[in-house]
């Protein structure tokens, strides 16, 4: 059977990515950094539905927690085929204000991780004959958003990032794609008043905003189709286009 890891998977996106691959067939593990009661509920509302995922808990943009994760899923499973990166955080302010902080915490959290987990799967995957890593981007990380640099540099770099390691991978039969969600229905996007709302909708193409379901699908595909690397999938309705 296959195995699935997927970093913030117990909430919004991660946890409809998840459930697409529990639906699949795969065994799944959800990481999740700090909110165990929101991780357990999403652990027994699969559960209810008959699937049994793992969880795992780690703060994914430290060096040690991530090794000692994966130290832990190679106890349970002999292979990793699938790595989603899902987790990640965002920040909406103008330059001038955006701190040192600020900038440090976003890419420790959407660039870090990536790499801290990446490199810790990348021989395991070597040496198993293959697999998949599917790192989330944004679109923001392919056209910029005002009031997001901070965001948007993060993103754009796990897209070139992608790139790259999807070339160096590539012999080895490890692919590596990416994910670019558009505007979804997701906390992350909470913020934003209803006429806000209404607004981005005008200019999606597609008529509406996507929803996690969209996300997993794509990720998914990507997942699957074995001849696929290097590639930045858009899942926003035409928006940004």
């Not at 990446?118 to 056209?143: H, L, P, T």
């Not at 990416?178 to 997701?186: F, K």
């Not at 008529?207 to 858009?234: K, N």
């Amino acid at each position: 059977m296959k195995t699935a890891l997927i970093t913030g998977g117990t909430k919004g996106i991660g946890k409809a990515i998840a459930l697409k691959f529990l639906q699949s067939g795969y065994e799944v593990v959800l990481n999740y950094r700090s909110d165990e009661a929101s991780a357990l509920a999403t652990q027994e509302e699969f559960n209810m539905l008959g699937f049994c995922p793992v969880l795992l808990r780690a703060d994914v943009s430290d060096e040690m927690q991530v090794r000692n994760m994966f130290k832990e899923f190679f106890s349970i499973y002999e292979k990793l085929d699938v790595l989603v990166n899902n987790a990640g955080v965002s920040k909406i302010k103008v330059i001038q204000d955006t701190t040192l902080s600020d900038w440090n915490k976003i890419f420790d959290n959407n660039v870090k991780s990536v790499f801290l987990t990446c490199r810790e799967v990348a021989d395991k995957m070597v040496f198993s004959g293959g697999g998949s890593i599917i790192n989330v981007s944004s679109i923001w990380g392919e056209v910029g958003a005002s009031c997001e640099v901070a965001y948007s540099a993060s993103k754009g770099a796990v897209i070139a990032f992608t790139k790259a390691l999807a070339k160096e991978l590539a012999p080895s039969n490890v692919r590596v794609n990416c994910i670019s969600p558009g505007v979804i229905d997701t906390e992350m996007n909470s913020h934003l008043t209803g006429e806000e709302m209404e607004e981005l909708i005008t200019t999606i193409p597609m008529g509406r905003i996507g929803t996690p379901e969209d996300v997993a699908e794509a990720c998914f595909y990507l997942a699957e189709c074995a001849y696929v690397t290097g590639e930045v999938l858009s899942v926003g309705g035409g928006f940004g286009k």
